[in-house]
Nanobody, 121 residues
Framework: QVQLAESGGGLVQPGGSLRLSCEASGSIFSIYYMGWYRQGPGKQRELVAA???????TYADSVKGRFTISRDNAKNTVSLRMNSLKPEDTAAYYC???????????????WGQGTQVTVSS
């Protein structure tokens, strides 16, 4: 069983900062992509940022220059540093990983339960 456990959400004022963390645990052979998606009220889930095992990164245009994604391959963790937060960043943030549980298995998609980020004064 693979689990993704998120932490670090909460309430922050506009202009503030938060750091989200996610740890993948269980039977894992290799993780390729790790990333963060978000889903705001009445909106579709969207990619926020992703990072490969080689540390190539992708960011949504709306967060470029404000958010930074990083990962620790040895610990199977991914973090998202969010600066200059705006009310429109309010959403449930979900950790995502593309991984293999054994060398000969297919790549699998796994999701965390989500952590709420609320940006409000």
């Amino acid at each position: 069983q693979v689990q993704l456990a998120e932490s670090g959400g909460g309430l922050v004022q506009p202009g503030g900062s938060l750091r989200l963390s996610c740890e993948a645990s269980g039977s894992i052979f290799s993780i390729y992509y790790m990333g963060w998606y978000r889903q705001g009220p009445g909106k579709q889930r969207e990619l926020v940022a992703a990072i490969t095992s080689g540390r190539s990164t992708t960011y949504a245009d709306s967060v470029k220059g404000r958010f930074t994604i990083s990962r620790d391959n040895a610990k199977n963790t991914v973090s998202l540093r969010m600066n200059s937060l705006k009310p429109e960043d309010t959403a449930a943030y979900y950790c995502h990983a593309t991984l293999k549980v054994r060398i000969r298995t297919e790549w699998e998609e796994h999701w965390g339960q989500g952590t709420q980020v609320t940006v409000s004064s």
